[in-house]
């Protein structure tokens, strides 16, 4: 009787808990068994390990063969395992030294063939295996994404023969090479194509700088689309801290292939995606469209369109930036830090106080469609703003020369790019990261801290519009926010009255 004790990896949302994989080769009949807790994927395994070891010309050990994966109390799935069981039953079979096991992890599913293929939720293992000082072995297939950690050591393998040659002194493993980090790139959405809709632009820019979320109403073609796919490319670049937070939760859900960009996520899943699609779950429990949204934008377009438990499953993440899956299994967290900016139309037809068409629906049909949208869901969107097709231009479609204008506080020039309106957003940013280490939409509480008390003026205006329009304690704290993105943007030290007074405009009641 013998044993050889292996170590790898499992996936527990963004975590990656250490498995020891002990294997025992023991007298008695043919068998293997595989106990911890295993899922289905993991119990398959035994044929998959056995004919990959026969098909790479050694020898799978006769006998009562027992594999545990410790600790038993932690859920185990996929084939990530396939690799360490395998390598810990030729170990202990006496086909590879035991001492060079010591200080080692393995990651990869085997074919029958014996290739190794690329596992999820590689990243997070990485991490944890380089703040443990240890060397992984993992699939040659995950060469980008094992490459993206630097100060990892890492070796690359493309079947089980060269992992056991390396292991036996014969040929080594060739190490992961470094992937370099990309430079902030140009969005390929501009401003500039958008001609017209000069407060929707105005409120696009309060957006950005302040990281807020952002409700659009209007009927079809007036540009909702069209401004909400150029918000990222008004964000900058993000941070190398905030590119591995993105990828370890993209590697949850694929094998982290994707080229490698700095550019902010755009995330805009169908009107018919579940509570789960939206916010993660399943099993295993993986990440959602607003986890993978993290430090980026969600765009929900045909609001009204979505399942109501779909929408009400986002209040929590809207308010905290992160997502607490609980199941009877295990509970799981994931970051949810995203801009969300919602689109719909006023009524089913879309036409409802359109100047152009009629509307065809009845006020009954009109209350509700919008009340499909809950009220405890609209008060944790700061910005709501109603587009029509008067504030289009058209000319430059059918030749003719776009207009440009600047007027007063609330009007941007029309015909603005995107790197014109980034160059303000991203001063506006650099002020508030100086002053409390994040952007105005994301702070625990507004209203406790003096940055965000208008002037005499301001407080008297805003204590009048919480009266008159019955808002809450958050909506005024919004209202707040708003208005000191506002102040940033024009670089005030002081909230002044029309700050406040263009914060109340851009919050529709």
Known sequence: ???????????????????????????????????????????????RVKAAIRQSGYKFPDGRITVNLAPADLPKGSGRFDLAIAI???????????????GLELYGELSLTGAIRSVTGLLPALMRARDAGCCCIVPAACRMEAGLLHG????????????????????????????DWPTDTASVYDLADLNGQAAARRALEITAAGGHHLLMIGPPGTGKTMLA??????????????VVELLVLHSLT??????????????????????????????PLRPGEISLAHHGVLFLDELPEFARPALEALREPLECGTISIARAEQTAIFPARFQLIAAMNPCPCGFSGDSKKLCRCTSGQIQRYQQRVSGPFLDRLDICIELDRSGLSLEHLIGG???????????????????????????????QLDRAGTQNGRIVSATHHHWFRPDAKGCKLMEAA???????????????????????LDAADTMRVEHVAEALSLRKE
């Open 466 to 488: 919480a009266k008159q329009f019955g808002l809450s304690a958050r909506a005024c704290d919004r209202c707040l926010r708003v208005a000191r993105t506002i102040a940033d």
């Open 88 to 102: 810990g039953i030729l170990a202990a079979s006496g086909q590879i030294p035991l001492e060079r096991l010591a």
């Open 1 to 47: 009787m013998s044993l050889a004790t292996v170590c790898t990896r499992a996936q527990l949302g963004i975590d990656a808990p250490l498995v020891t994989c002990e294997v025992q080769v023991a007298g008695g009949l043919p068998r293997l068994r595989i106990v911890g807790l295993v899922e289905t994927a993991v119990k398959e395994s035994r044929e």
């Open 229 to 242: 796919q150029r918000l990222p490319g008004l964000l900058p670049p993000m941070t190398d801290d905030e």
């Open 401 to 431: 020369t776009a207009r440009s204008h600047a007027g007063s506080a609330g009007e941007v020039a029309e015909n603005e790019t995107t790197q014109t309106v980034r160059e303000r957003v991203c001063r506006a940013i650099g002020l």
């Open 254 to 283: 694929r094998s982290g292939s994707d080229a490698l960009t700095r550019q902010r996520s755009f995330r805009s899943p169908h009107h018919t995606a579940s509570p789960v699609a939206l916010v993660g779950g399943g099993r």
């Open 152 to 179: 990892a050591e890492t070796l690359l393998a493309a079947h089980l023969v060269e992992v056991v040659d390396h292991l036996s002194g014969i040929a080594g493993l060739p190490g992961c090479p470094q992937v």
